[in-house]
Structures are given as C-alpha cells and as structure tokens.
C-alpha cells in the first residue's frame, strides 16, 4: 500500500501544483484557456496507471501476479482517496487564501462565454445567479474530491483488467 499512498501523493501535488499554475498565469480568468484545467485528468490517469503497474510488478513472482483484481481496484482507490484528500484541501487553499476573488473572476470568463454565444444581459445574470449557489471553496473543493474518485474508480478499473490479464 506503500506505493499507492505514494503515487496518491504523487497526483494530489500535482494537480494542487497545476491549479497554482493555471492562478498564476490567469489561464482561469480566460475564457479558452481555462478549459486547459482538465489537464488534470490526464495527471491523475498516467499516476493512477504508473501506480497500479509498479504495485503489480512488486507484487509478482515469475511475471505472474499474485493480487486479484479487486487487490488492484483497492490500490487504485488508496490512491486515488489519498490524491483526493489532497486536492480538496489545496482547492480550499485556492480560493481562499491564494485567491480569494476566484469566483467572482472566474464569473467574468463566463459572462464572456455567454455573451459571444449570444445570451441576453438578463439571461446570463440568471445563469450566473444559478451558478453561484455551487461558488463556495467548500463545494469547489468536494466537487473536485468527488470528480476524482470518479475518475479513480474508473481508471481503477480499467487499468486493473489490464494488468490482470498479463
């Protein structure tokens, strides 16, 4: 399990560290380039991936494995559960103390976005309305833990069936 904490580790910094590069630069304040945030998704596959075939190599004998595939879902979750006690905490960090006007900027990107795909003045202050009452670093934050054990339990598993085969 040691490994599965690590690579855990390994995805929670590196998507608290993405986050801290897409503030800094104000790629989140952009209408376009904010989408580049789901890059993280990418992170969290290739560590969840590199994490269950280390553990899977450290565990065989011969080149065959000696974990069942529910033995490789749970190291997959370990992981994925450590990455995401990680991310909700840097998220609440986020936007609360790195930047504490996040939503309202971020607001202001989709105000954009709305308005180029033709929305009214009253209608997107009704979406925008609507939008906010989700904008609080609580529920960002459990949106993203939850997004990540999504991610992790189907990453999981398929990854598992993967190495499970060989």
Same mark, same amino acid.
Request: charged share 15%; no cysteine; glycine share 8%.
């Given at each position: ?21 897409? @503030? ?9 380039? *904010? ?13 969840? /991936?590199?994490?269950?075939? !280390? ?9 065959? *494995?000696?974990?069942? /595939? ?15 006690? +990680?991310? $909700?905490?840097?998220?609440?960090? =986020?936007?609360?103390? *790195?930047?504490?006007?996040? $939503?309202? #900027? ?9 308005? &180029?795909?033709?929305?009214? #003045?009253? &209608? !997107? #202050? +009704?979406?925008?309305? #609507? ?6 670093? %609580?529920?960002?934050?459990?949106? @993203? =833990? ?5 991610? @992790? ?5 398929? %990854?598992?069936?993967? =190495?499970?085969?060989?």
């Amino acid at each position: 399990m040691k490994t599965a904490i690590k690579f855990g580790i390994y995805t929670g910094v590196s998507v608290a560290l993405w986050t801290i590069i897409m @503030g800094l630069t104000g790629w989140f304040k952009d209408p376009v380039l *904010l989408n580049l945030f789901w890059v993280v998704i990418v992170f969290q596959l290739v560590l969840l /991936y590199l994490g269950i075939r !280390i553990y899977s190599k450290e565990n065989s004998v011969n080149g065959e *494995l000696i974990k069942t /595939y529910s033995d490789l879902i749970k190291v997959g979750l370990i992981l994925t559960l450590t990455a995401g006690v +990680i991310i $909700f905490l840097s998220s609440i960090f =986020f936007t609360t103390v *790195l930047y504490p006007n996040y $939503f309202d #900027e971020i607001n202001e990107a989709y105000r954009q976005i709305l308005a &180029e795909t033709g929305k009214s #003045e009253s &209608e !997107i #202050e +009704i979406l925008l309305i #609507e939008n906010s009452k989700t904008q609080t670093p %609580f529920f960002q934050a459990f949106f @993203g =833990f939850i997004g990540t054990i999504l991610t @992790g339990l189907l990453g999981s598993s398929i %990854f598992a069936a993967i =190495f499970r085969k060989r």
